[in-house]
């Protein structure tokens, strides 16, 4: 049926200029390749690949257990996970490939991982999600009755913070923008803000401006009503990491040099400088 749908469109179009005939030579051309199994000249090189297998929940639950062992001393927790999940992660991935199958233990330390952080990672591998979640085309968290609405103390934005930065070094990027934008769900105060500066910058890199690039905009923006909140604590925060000081400067800086340009290119009737006026008593003078 193909063909003869073809063959009226070629029989029914009028005759036109040599390319246009070309044109219908062509597609008749290439429809006859495809009936005989030949690949079309933008076909792509070799065989197309086939599509992975589905793994099933099944299977990952069907994997080896694995005992994870977070902190140290009487603070260690035992926590265990399976192995089918826990490798979707390039760091437990190379850690389990270190196992031999002779019925030793199957064993990963974790002495200096916050246990809480641990719990949400593993939360993320069976669900896909930890709570709380983000209410769907709002910019709001699941309420926990277990903490306040607004965060004073900058529990709730480092209970995020920690987590993005162990699905740095898990190696899970949809877990690390998942508890990114969780942290922007947060309400807190200043000093609960500062709290969460003065982690950000002690425990993620320079070059991550994902997570440091908001803050510093937040206290170049909201400084100059929030320091007197907690003044101590911010002339701390910037006197203890002078490359927070020195982002939120620059941020600063930079608008100003941005308002001052759209003055230049914008000027407002009362921008426009005005001969001094003299008094008459001095121009009697």
């Known amino acids: ?59 990952y639950l069907a994997s080896p257990i694995v005992t994870l062992l977070i902190g140290t001393g009487e603070n260690e927790t035992i926590l265990t996970a399976h192995q089918g999940l826990l490798v979707q992660s390039p760091y437990f991935a190379e850690a389990c490939a270190e196992f031999i199958d002779d019925g030793s233990p199957r064993q990963v330390e974790l002495p200096n991982e916050d246990i809480d952080a641990v719990g949400c990672f593993l939360e993320f591998l069976y669900t896909g999600d930890y709570f709380p979640r983000k209410i769907p085309g709002q910019r709001s968290l699941e309420k926990d009755t277990s903490v306040p609405e607004v965060d004073a103390s900058g529990v709730q934005l480092l209970k995020h913070a920690k987590v993005y930065t162990l699905a740095d070094k898990f190696g899970l990027r949809h877990l690390k923008n998942l508890a990114s934008s969780k942290i922007h769900c947060v309400n807190s105060t200043a000093k609960g803000e500062i709290a969460y500066a003065r982690y950000v910058y002690e425990y993620t890199p320079k070059d991550d401006t994902t997570i440091r690039a908001p803050v510093a905009n937040f206290w170049a923006t909201r400084s100059h009503t929030l320091r007197s909140e907690a003044e101590d604590e911010f002339r701390s925060l910037c006197l ?46």
């Open 240 to 285: 203890e990491f002078p490359q927070f000081g020195y982002d939120v400067l620059t941020r600063v800086l930079d608008e100003k040099l941005k308002r001052e340009r759209n003055e230049k290119m914008h000027p407002g009737p009362s921008s426009a400088r005005k001969r001094p006026r003299h008094s008459s008593t001095a121009a009697a003078a």
């Open 1 to 59: 049926m193909a063909d003869s749908f073809s063959d009226d469109i070629i029989d029914d179009a009028p005759a036109g200029p040599g390319a246009d005939v070309k044109m219908a030579e062509g597609a008749d051309d290439n429809a006859a390749a495809a009936a005989n199994g030949a690949e079309l000249p933008f076909a792509e090189d070799g065989p197309e690949e086939a599509a992975a297998p589905r793994i099933t929940f099944l299977q």
